[in-house]
């Protein structure tokens, strides 16, 4: 027994071979979920022409013409007027210019992009809030009937809320909520406080009881020991349980159409009426949605070292 | 640093009864441990003390004030939890310094006591360590520092042992001790192990089924135990049972086991007949062949400078405890003779020990 085995491989340990064969099969994954994306982002730097020709083109001239028709609202004139005017002052007037038509104003997609932040973010903030608290009382205080209720919050999931559409539009007509932010945020925030009280008592179980006690020994009221030893533990659950319930709203449709048509009108209602010459203006509701996609992306990239550190933490603390 | 006083405290949860109506005095310095079996109440009676769980009933002075029903916060008490409860997400130094935080202490008197208090324990070399990477002694001691930062009245500790391995945890009941040599600090230790808490303990307090069965020095419990339970609880191998049937009046000095006169310390009350035992510590056999008492042998376990031997008599089996330097064939006969001086008596229906001379001398010292 000279030589030492170096081909020896732990039993948990996946085989190299293993390894390779998952990382090919998660690049293909990757790789098929990423066309549609791509595609969408394609078509947001083709021209309307482009857009739509048929076979569909991937080797084209890029153009800024989908973003500068999704920013702005434009009339058509005639050669000689548009001659008549000073010289163009950026790209977009060019573009719009070369099209016969001039610019007349901003549209309406900022203002829409704005609400949607608002909204998601602000409900998302309160469903996690509301959801913490209220799971946090559920893990660590006798409350009298707890496993009805938490059944009860459950059981406000197990229909697809825009089953309740008529009466919540007929309440929200009553209230004046219609085409408000805050009624978005609280309408969706009611969706989502039931999925956050369950993902964060799941993960406020798995955190030792004895903590707390150690802080409230150590000079502390409950409140403080919650503040600074529960929700330093709980981060990974609540950015986990945060990113959730941000996608939900942020993606929200349904209701979204139903509840909001001018001032609290959210981005994704907003999209797909961005109409052109002669019907849909395929690029600019392509670089709509491109721009409609970055937040949760940054807010998923902020958060992903929180979420990796969940999956680790957990796994040898114990 | 204070006395803890303990008056009837009870703890029921539902119709369980966790902690049947203790009282018990740890006076101001002492250690005390609270020893029994898993299940006993130990832990449930040491929360009480914290504040971590409201009595059903009784009372708990600490420093001669009611606290029975104040808060956690408001106790100035210690607690060295079993699996530490470091906070992860502080580094040793502020997990140490986190309990003068709640006081309000300045920044720079933290960074003092904590520092002073590092050095205490010999940790101040990985103060800016994050906890989840420390070994268990060392994590052991962090708990400890953070007990000891802020001087309270008292510290509570439960089973803080119970994670480490048998090497190491010999070298942190001496650890502890020498540190409450030092700092002279009231505290109640629970454990399930006997020799921790013969050990370390000033008083041991043997808890079974949430009763406290004896309160009392090691060597009150070890010498004269109160009921058969204590007798058997302590002790490795525990005491010897021999179990009889008679009655004993006040005066008797011997007692009839199997028709051979057996010496014992003098009863000192009359106890009408019924099923008795006597309580042999192995250490208190010897072999005697002249001895009338006989049994065989029927196994015998090495322990390098002494051997355990069982003996098989009429009135059940018998551990001696005797010098390695003789060995003995299994089956054959051998003589026993017991110390008359530390021989107890018990009752087998309540378990309870029978005044004796034995039990006297306990209460003249
Ligand atoms: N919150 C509770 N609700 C119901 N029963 C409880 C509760 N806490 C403890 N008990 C019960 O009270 C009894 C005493 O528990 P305790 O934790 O005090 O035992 P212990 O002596 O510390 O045991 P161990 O050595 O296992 O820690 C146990 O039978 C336990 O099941
Ligand atoms: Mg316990």
Redesign the pocket.
């Known amino acids: 027994m000279s030589s030492v085995n170096t081909s020896a491989h732990s039993v948990v340990e996946p085989t190299p071979t293993v390894k390779r064969i998952a990382g090919v099969i998660v690049i293909l994954y990757a790789l098929v979920t990423m066309i549609p994306l791509a595609w969408i982002f394609l078509t947001s730097i083709k021209s309307p022409p482009d857009s739509i020709s048929y076979p569909p083109k991937i080797v084209f001239t890029p153009t800024l013409e989908g973003y500068c028709n999704l920013f702005t609202t434009r009339t058509r004139q005639t050669p000689d007027y548009i001659q008549s005017l000073p010289p163009a002052t950026g790209t977009c007037d060019e573009i719009t210019r070369s099209r016969n038509m001039v610019i007349a104003g901003p549209s309406n997609y900022w203002p829409r992009f704005g609400n949607s932040l608002i909204i998601a973010f602000g409900s998302t903030f309160l469903a996690v809030s509301l959801g913490t608290l209220a799971a946090y009382g559920f893990s660590r205080f006798r409350v009298p009937l707890a496993d009805d209720l938490l059944f009860f919050i459950l059981s406000t999931r197990m229909m697809p809320p825009i089953a309740v559409a008529i009466p919540i539009y007929l309440m929200y007509r009553q209230f004046g909520l219609s085409d408000t932010a805050l009624g978005m945020i609280l309408l969706y925030t009611a969706v989502n406080v039931s999925l956050a009280v369950w993902l964060l008592k799941g993960f406020i179980d798995e955190i030792p009881r004895e903590y707390e006690e150690a802080a409230m020994i150590d000079g502390y009221t409950r409140l403080h020991a919650f503040w600074k030893v529960v929700l330093p533990q709980a981060t990974t659950g609540i950015a986990a349980t945060a990113i959730f319930c941000l996608i939900f709203a942020w993606n929200e449709y349904a209701f979204a159409v139903l509840l909001t048509s001018g001032s609290a009108q959210t981005a994704p209602p907003f999209i797909p009426t961005i109409i052109g010459e002669g019907g849909q203006d395929w690029p600019a509701v392509a670089a709509g949605t491109t721009i409609f996609l970055v937040p949760i992306l940054v807010f998923t990239i902020i958060l992903r070292k929180q979420l990796l550190r969940g999956i680790t933490f957990g796994a040898v603390r114990k | 640093m204070s006395e803890i006083k303990i008056v009837n405290l009870r703890k029921q ?2 119709d ?1 009864v ?2 049947e109506d203790s009282s018990f005095t740890v006076e101001d310095g002492e250690f005390l441990a609270l020893l ?10 040491l929360r009480m003390i914290a504040g971590l769980e409201l009595p059903t009933s009784g009372k708990i002075h600490l420093d001669g004030e009611d606290v029975t029903f104040n808060r956690a916060s408001a106790r100035d008490i210690a607690f060295v939890f079993q699996l530490f409860a470091l906070y992860p997400h502080m580094n040793v130094r502020r997990n140490i310094g986190f309990p003068l935080l709640s006081q309000g202490v300045p920044k720079a008197e933290i960074r003092a006591r904590v520092e002073e208090t590092a050095r205490l324990l010999r940790i101040d070399q990985i103060l800016d360590r994050s906890v989840s990477g420390l070994a268990g002694g060392d994590r052991q001691r962090v708990a400890l520092g953070r007990a000891i930062v802020r001087r309270p009245k008292c510290f509570l500790m ?2 803080p042992l119970g994670t480490l391995d048998a090497e190491f945890r010999e070298v942190m009941v001496h650890e502890l001790r020498e540190l409450h040599n030092r700092i002279h600090a009231t505290t109640v230790y ?1 454990t ?1 192990d006997q020799h921790e808490a013969m050990a370390m303990a000033d008083k041991i307090a043997v ?1 079974n089924h ?1 009763v406290i069965e004896q309160f009392g020095t090691p060597q009150e419990i070890y010498n004269r135990p109160a009921s058969m339970y204590v007798a058997d609880f302590i002790g490795s191998p525990p005491m010897n049972f021999m179990r009889f049937h008679s009655g004993l009046h006040r005066g008797a000095q011997s007692i009839l086991l199997d028709g051979i006169d057996i010496p014992v310390p003098e009863v000192s009350e009359d106890v009408r007949p019924r099923e008795l035992a006597l309580g042999v510590r192995p250490e208190h056999i010897r072999f005697n062949d002249a001895s009338r008492l006989r049994g065989a042998v029927y196994g015998s376990e090495y322990l390098g400078t002494n051997q355990v031997v069982a003996v098989e008599t009429a009135s059940g089996i018998v551990k001696a405890r005797i010098p390695a330097d003789r060995s003995f064939r299994l089956g054959e006969t051998v003589g026993l003779e017991f110390n008359p001086a530390t021989l107890a008596l018990f009752d087998c229906a309540s378990g309870r020990a029978i005044a004796s001379s034995l039990y006297q001398e306990a209460r003249h010292g």
């Open positions: 949860f539902g369980f966790a902690v029994g079996p898993s299940g006993c109440g130990k832990t449930t009676t439960d089973e629970v399930h808890m949430g």
